[in-house]
């Protein structure tokens, strides 16, 4: 069974400009998270949808951060601008339903510069 | 609210040494607790979970858990250290079946010592 994929697995971008991150979760999950996990410290969600509706977005940045899954599916993480403090890993997560085990991806690494 | 607390952001062992990461919770509901494991570049893997069945929980790569409501802990314990097994771990709490968003600890990176 195929996991989570996210893409891109790196990017460095310069302080202000935009950045988005994809992640496909596992076949037939509803939930899917973002979490953000900065250098140090253990993650934090940003983002929980179920299905394509938002469960929790109560931790997202919404001046500069938005996510979509318009179809249920696969999702977008946008940032813009960014600023340095984004500088994280960005990791998408999947369950069947809530309460279900949380799958994670690998992650997909930021630097702003 | 929940949280957790992880004593110790280092921990040494010996290779064939008892390995033991502490983690204690907070939580207003009966929580349901999890250790994950995070290889370096690599995302989380699930290690263990209790969910309110028995209090000593059994996971992957030798790695066992216990539930201790009185003393609001669940540290991760393996008999004997594996070069394997150095890793950055992570307890995490959440509120069960419908809200399992997950509170995460800070992380303790384990090194194991040949």
């Known amino acids: 069974e195929a996991g989570v994929a996210q893409s891109p697995r790196y990017k460095i971008i310069e302080k202000r400009q935009s950045v988005a991150f994809w992640c496909n979760p596992i076949s037939g999950h509803a939930t899917l998270y973002w979490y953000q996990q900065i250098l140090g410290q253990g993650p934090k969600l940003l983002i929980q949808?179920?299905?394509?509706?938002?469960?929790?977005d109560s931790q997202l940045p919404k001046d500069r951060f938005s996510a979509e899954r318009l179809k249920g599916v696969d999702s977008t993480l946008k940032i813009q601008p960014a600023k340095l403090e984004d500088s994280a890993v960005y990791l998408c997560?999947?369950?069947?339903?809530?309460?279900?085990?949380?799958?994670f991806g690998e992650g997909s690494w930021l630097t702003v510069v | 609210a929940q949280s957790v607390t992880q004593l110790g952001s280092h921990v040494s062992v010996s290779e064939g040494a008892l390995v033991l990461l502490r983690c204690n919770y907070s939580s207003s509901v009966p929580p349901y607790l999890f250790w994950y494991v995070q290889y370096p570049n690599q995302g989380l893997q699930l290690l263990l979970k209790?969910?309110?069945?028995?209090?000593l929980v059994k996971g992957i790569n030798g790695f066992e858990a216990e539930f201790k409501k009185s003393e609001t802990s669940f540290h991760l314990t393996k008999p004997s250290a594996h070069m394997s097994d150095a890793a950055e771990y992570f307890c995490?709490?959440?509120?069960?079946?419908?809200?399992?968003?997950?509170?995460f600890g800070t992380g303790t990176r384990l090194t194991v010592i040949p």
């Open positions: 995490a709490v959440s509120e069960g079946t419908g809200a399992n968003n997950l509170f």
């Open positions: 997560a999947s369950s069947f339903r809530v309460g279900n085990t949380i799958y």
């Open positions: 949808f179920q299905n394509n509706g938002v469960v929790d």
């Open positions: 209790y969910t309110s069945a028995a209090t």
